[in-house]
């Protein structure tokens, strides 16, 4: 019999992505299924099917990275985000169903823990990631160990008093450093139909406004970096997810800059923000990792 196989899953508010991982992270198969909405057992059925289609002998565990807050210790799903699961035991649900040992990680979390295996904190101790969607995640690694909290670090406040937050806070990162800041800056300069794909593309043409806009919304990602340094140090903090990869070094230099300005010495020089390297990857390699920690026991 050949090295053992996993299925991860992506589970995400409008897509499920599963697929078939090595240890090395390489993805062997790859399936994709739209996420109902409607109601939890249609939300499982869905689950279930994403995992049976690339289901054989070969399939040693299975691992999910779900957006939403886990209770620590159960791992048991508290409350996903625009997914129709509350106060749920996925993992058993998956026991039950596959006869498999069976993860489940925070979709941040996972991406972060693919990020540092595979990705671009490889050789780190102490790793952030932020990865800027239409809403910003984050995950940390701590002196060689994914932390298993929430770390809802998309809803570090930046701005006291700020923008209203979907979750009813203000000034959060999310409101000032996601997709959805783009979006609006976008439609501020370019009207109604305006999104962060024009406004990325019109800045990468030179248009100077669109190059201030997104360099304040790497400003606002750099405050909450050098807060994030002076709290845990890194060695370097990791920026994906689908806007902050497309935007690239038009936030990200921005953000070192802010960021050099926040953080204690000596961290105010030496402190790395980098962009991530596993991409659209990385949420199914990182949740295919929870499954070899459930697999091994860890």
């Known amino acids: 019999m050949g090295a053992p196989l996993v299925i991860g899953l992506d589970v995400g508010g409008t897509k499920i992505l599963s697929g078939v991982v090595d240890r090395e992270g390489q993805v062997l198969a790859r399936h994709e299924v739209h996420s109902p909405g409607d109601s939890q057992a249609d939300l499982l059925a869905a689950l279930d099917s994403a995992v049976e289609t690339l289901l054989d002998d070969r399939i040693s565990g299975i691992g999910y990275g779900v957006p939403g807050n886990l209770e620590r210790g159960t791992r048991r799903l508290l409350r996903a985000t ?17 006869g498999v040992p ?27 990631m932020l990865t ?31 923008p209203p ?39 990468k043409a030179g248009d100077a406004g669109a190059q201030a806009a997104l360099a304040r919304i790497g400003e606002s990602l ?24 497309a935007a690239g070094e038009l936030v990200l230099e921005p953000a070192r800059e802010a960021a050099r300005r ?37």
């Open 165 to 203: 937050c979907v979750c009813g806070g203000r000034g959060h990162l999310e409101v000032l450093a996601s997709g959805h800041a783009a979006d609006a800056a976008a439609r501020e300069l370019y009207g109604t139909d305006a999104d962060a794909h024009l406004l990325i593309g019109k800045a």
């Open 82 to 98: 625009n997914l129709p699961l509350e106060n749920f035991d996925l993992a058993a649900h998956g026991r039950a169903r596959f």
């Open 262 to 298: 926040e953080a204690l010495p000596p961290a105010d020089e030496t402190l790395r923000i980098v962009p991530a390297e596993l991409g659209a990857e990385a949420g199914l390699v990182g949740a295919a990792l929870v499954a070899f920690e459930a697999l091994d026991g860890v």
């Open 102 to 128: 069976v993860g489940v990680e925070n979709d941040a979390n996972v991406a972060a823990l693919a990020e540092w295996r595979l990705g671009a904190g490889r050789g780190a101790t102490s790793v952030v």
């Open 132 to 162: 800027l969607g239409t809403g910003v995640g984050g995950g940390i690694v701590l002196d060689g160990r994914l932390f298993r909290g929430w770390a809802e670090l998309g809803h570090i406040v930046v701005q006291e008093g700020g």
């Open 222 to 245: 750099g405050v909450a970096v050098g807060s994030l340094v002076n709290i845990f140090d890194p060695d370097l903090t990791v920026v994906g997810g689908g806007f902050g990869t």
